[in-house]
């Protein structure tokens, strides 16, 4: 066989290997191989196309990333026009839809007892994006267009094909020779977030909302542009079809699916319009936590003949309908800036706003989060504002309607007091300790100063210490916690121990009974957790996920007390910023003091003594250096050390020679760790910190045991829900076995989520990020694959 013959067959494997990964990843949703395997077969295919230019074809994956930039799009002409939906915005519009149905088919309107013909129709939630229309002719993606008018639309074929969920060839078999497929291009909210911070970094435009930004994205003249943003494609339905008859709008997507396009995870099969309400209701209660923004739900007549005898009124179809969601955007004025003390003493900014209905609910407060905020928003006092309740949050302010400023508005300003005890309010600073160095810049957050002698933060702490998965204290509610710091009969949580009958029976709504009840869960709150106790202590950054993980890995208050930050880091899923905090708090008198006091007020911990150290399984010395910040020690060259001077006094006994000497780092290098261990101060940081590791029982691992060159170095996973083949315990075992660490939690750090039946916040929390989601099946198979 000739080279180029060997090209073309390696060329072509390849190829379709990847719309393979391709189709699992975006249609099936199961992700068959890492990133990095995918990136590889990518690249191999990029250099063989590059060496073989004659060998390129458009429907390649490498050639999605969009040729030369236009000056206008050109006309579309849509030969089965695209329609637009009718809507439904109570009940009773789908009630009297159905009706409709019902009547236009002829079939009984249902008896006495609310039987006779149930309509079967198909549902999805309504993506909030821009309709397109993709054709295949013989199974390739020869155009893609705009709605348009319904008639008339752009030709944006060369954006649609940057769009990875777009496939370039249709899978599997049977496909008609010509195929029109119509779905909605949209962004989910994670790249959308993930879009404006890019944007806002480098200066450019930032959207309002993801919907915005999936129609500038698209609408771009140079497709290189649009190759750039996260977009996403959901198919829904087709126009024109040759040579195929499909039977049911159900069985018609699931069929698309099946040739490779992406299609709603929703989509569901009705009985009749209460089954439809159902699913509206369903859909509704999720709305907040599915990974993109739907503004309702479409419903369509299953069966297709049925479709063709409803027909079409006007330019919306008989045989389907938008139920859509309250409108969860208004506007209002916003008539003052307040600023409202927090726990941790973080001052921030509230829009009072004239009351407005706001999807179904009066709005009168809005969150603007911090000053940063502001200032993106450009907002002053007496603008006009859109304000937007998404699901269950907090109203937010989207945007200000700048032709509408009053002549007399006027700027936010923070107040340089606090507004609640008058303590000085400081601007936060960001400290980046990097390489041996510790940089300062502004941060968004101000802080009043006054901590538990300002009454908003007592209150707020109180509420926080007392709080069930806190200290447990049943009867203290938000009211009593502020009778009691108003009538100054509590100035610590430790106040809540020294409590008499006499104080408490004379506050408001209090009787003899309630306060023999209070002061009762009172006294046996005394015998918390080590956890509980952590986490009632309020550390700013640590909740009770991270409070858990330090009473479990140190199981003991003293141990936590004294962990320095370093050691901290080594604990899985806590950082620097962590650590730092952790550390501060403790060595903070005041918080000394208190803690003190609890103690000596018969606050009792439980469960003290065991050390089950649950530290990363890379605790190599090589880590350990590089985790010093020696300036310009990287970590290739933090392992080099480690392997040549096996130990940490040998590192720091080093002289000019044996550094000379060695290799795997560079001039700058050696200088550098000379001049670091040469001042006493850092060898003895380092000495205390190898020496508390050693003391909590890390265990050291030789050099040549480290992850790097394992399948999933690098990567974080996370387990939720149940597990049927292994238990969670085994699967962890086999993830750390193929180099990923396995976390507690989801961050946009997060590689993968492994979701079994029942699992909850943590699914919701990565489909919020857009992390990858796999369930157990795909699992296991990628561990198959690895033979793990
Ligand atoms: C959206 N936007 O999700 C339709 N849509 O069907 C769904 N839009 C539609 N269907 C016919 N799921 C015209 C528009």
């Given at each position: 066989m000739t080279d180029a013959q060997n090209a073309a067959e390696r060329i072509a494997a390849l190829r379709s290997e990847l719309d393979a990964h391709n189709y699992r990843y975006y249609v099936l949703d199961e992700p068959s191989v890492p990133d990095a395997e995918y990136d590889r077969l990518f690249r191999e295919l990029q250099a063989l196309e590059a060496d073989h230019p004659e060998l390129v074809t458009p429907d390649s994956p490498t050639q999605r990333v969009g040729g030369a930039a236009l000056s206008a799009f050109g006309e579309v002409r849509h030969e089965v026009p695209m329609l637009s939906l009718g809507n439904a915005f109570e009940e009773g519009d789908l009630l009297d839809f159905d009706r409709r149905v019902r009547e236009g088919l002829?079939?009984?309107?249902?008896?006495?007892?609310?039987?006779?013909?149930?309509?079967?129709?198909?549902?999805?939630?309504?993506?909030?994006?821009?309709?397109?229309?993709?054709?295949?002719?013989?199974?390739?993606?020869?155009?893609?267009?705009?709605?348009?008018?319904?008639?008339?639309?752009?030709?944006i074929s060369a954006n649609v094909r940057t769009i990875r969920s777009v496939p370039l060839k249709l899978q599997g078999k049977g496909w008609p020779a010509?195929?029109?497929?119509?779905?909605?291009?949209?962004?989910?909210?994670?790249?959308?977030?993930?879009?404006?911070?890019?944007?806002?970094?480098?200066?450019?435009?930032?959207?309002?909302?993801?919907?915005?930004?999936?129609?500038?994205?698209?609408?771009?003249?140079?497709?290189?542009?649009?190759?750039?943003?996260?977009?996403?494609?959901?198919?829904?339905?087709?126009?024109?079809v040759e040579g195929i008859v499909f039977a049911t709008q159900v069985g018609m997507i699931e069929q698309l699916r099946e040739w490779g396009l992406p299609i709603s995870r929703e989509l569901k099969l009705a009985k009749g319009a209460e089954a439809c309400l159902d699913y509206y209701r369903d859909i509704g209660e999720r709305r907040a936590s599915l990974a993109y923004e739907i503004d309702g739900v479409v419903f369509k007549v299953n069966d297709i003949g049925q479709q063709r005898e409803l027909g079409f009124r006007a330019r919306e179809p008989r045989w389907a309908i938008a139920h859509k969601f309250p409108a969860s955007e208004e506007l209002t004025e916003l008539l003052d800036v307040e600023f409202q003390v927090g726990r941790t003493g973080a001052v921030t900014p509230v829009a009072r706003l004239r009351p407005v209905k706001v999807a179904g609910v009066m709005v009168a407060n809005a969150t603007l989060h911090n000053m940063d905020e502001v200032a993106r928003l450009g907002v002053m006092i007496g603008d006009t504002v859109i304000i937007r309740r998404a699901g269950d949050v907090i109203p937010q302010v989207m945007q200000v309607v700048t032709e509408r400023r009053p002549a007399d508005a006027r700027p936010v300003e923070v107040p340089q007091c606090c507004p609640v005890c008058g303590s000085a309010?400081?601007?936060?600073?960001?400290?980046?300790?990097?390489?041996?160095?510790?940089?300062?810049?502004?941060?968004?957050?101000?802080?009043?100063?006054?901590?538990?002698?300002?009454?908003?933060?007592?209150?707020?702490?109180?509420?926080?210490?007392?709080?069930?998965?806190?200290?447990?204290i049943d009867g203290l509610g938000d009211k009593i916690v502020e009778q009691l710091v108003d009538k100054g009969l509590v100035a610590s949580p430790a106040d809540l121990y020294t409590l008499t009958y006499e104080q408490v029976v004379e506050l408001e709504g209090f009787a003899e009974l309630s306060t023999n009840n209070?002061?009762?869960?009172?006294?046996?709150?005394?015998?918390?957790?080590?956890?509980?106790?952590?986490?009632?202590?309020?550390?700013?950054?640590?909740?009770?996920?991270?409070?858990?993980?330090?009473?479990?890995?140190?199981?003991?208050?003293?141990?936590?007390?004294?962990?320095?930050?370093?050691?901290?880091?080594?604990?899985?899923?806590?950082?620097?910023?962590?650590?730092?905090?952790?550390?501060?708090?403790?060595?903070?008198?005041?918080?000394?003091?208190?803690?003190?006091?609890?103690?000596?007020?018969?606050?009792?911990?439980?469960?003290?003594?065991?050390?089950?150290?649950?530290?990363?399984?890379?605790?190599?010395?090589?880590?350990?250096l590089d985790k010093l910040n020696i300036p310009f020690v990287a970590a290739t060259g933090a392992k080099n050390l480690a392997e040549r001077f096996q130990t940490l006094e040998g590192v720091i006994g080093a002289d000019w020679l044996d550094l000379s000497a060695m290799k795997g780092l560079n001039e700058k290098a050696r200088q550098s760790v000379r001049e670091f261990f040469a001042k006493p101060e850092n060898a003895e940081r380092a000495r205390a910190i190898e020496a508390q590791l050693r003391d909590f029982g890390m265990h050291w691992q030789s050099e040549k045991k480290v992850v790097?060159?394992?399948?999933?170095?690098?990567?974080?996973?996370?387990?939720?829900?149940?597990?049927?083949?292994?238990?969670?315990?085994?699967?962890?075992?086999?993830?750390?076995?193929?180099?990923?660490?396995?976390?507690?939690?989801?961050?946009?750090?997060?590689?993968?989520?492994?979701?079994?039946?029942?699992?909850?916040?943590?699914?919701?929390?990565?489909?919020?990020?857009?992390?990858?989601?796999?369930?157990?099946?795909?699992?296991?198979?990628?561990?198959?694959?690895?033979?793990?």
């Open positions: 002829d079939l009984p309107a249902g008896d006495l007892f609310g039987g006779g013909a149930e309509i079967g129709y198909s549902c999805e939630p309504k993506l909030d994006g821009l309709a397109v229309s993709l054709l295949y002719e013989q199974g390739r993606l020869v155009r893609g267009a705009t709605r348009g008018d319904g008639s008339m639309g752009e030709d010509v195929l029109e497929v119509r779905g909605e291009v949209f962004m989910s909210k994670a790249g959308f977030e993930r879009l404006n911070a890019a944007q806002a970094e480098t200066g450019g435009k930032t959207f309002a909302n993801p919907r915005n930004a999936a129609a500038g994205s698209l609408r771009q003249l140079d497709p290189k542009i649009t190759a750039s943003r996260p977009l996403e494609f959901c198919c829904y339905g087709v126009g024109r309010v400081e601007r936060t600073q960001l400290v980046k300790r990097s390489k041996g160095k510790e940089t300062f810049s502004e941060g968004s957050v101000y802080r009043c100063v006054g901590r538990l002698a300002c009454a908003a933060q007592l209150k707020q702490a109180i509420i926080h210490f007392v709080s069930r998965r806190a200290m447990d209070l002061l009762a869960s009172i006294a046996e709150s005394r015998t918390p957790t080590l956890a509980r106790f952590i986490y009632a202590l309020g550390i700013p950054d640590v909740g009770e996920e991270t409070a858990k993980l330090l009473a479990r890995a140190l199981g003991s208050l003293e141990r936590i007390e004294q962990a320095l930050p370093e050691v901290l880091t080594y604990l899985p899923d806590v950082g620097g910023e962590v650590a730092y905090e952790i550390h501060s708090f403790f060595e903070d008198a005041h918080n000394r003091a208190v803690i003190e006091q609890l103690l000596a007020r018969g606050v009792e911990l439980q469960d003290q003594g065991e050390l089950h150290a649950e530290f990363a399984a890379s605790t190599t010395l090589g880590g350990f790097e060159g394992l399948p999933l170095a690098g990567q974080t996973w996370v387990l939720t829900g149940t597990l049927d083949v292994m238990s969670r315990d085994v699967a962890k075992e086999k993830l750390e076995s193929l180099g990923a660490k396995v976390a507690g939690s989801v961050s946009a750090k997060t590689s993968c989520v492994v979701a079994g039946p029942g699992a909850g916040s943590k699914l919701a929390k990565a489909n919020e990020l857009g992390v990858k989601v796999m369930d157990e099946q795909a699992f296991v198979a990628l561990l198959d694959g690895y033979g793990a």
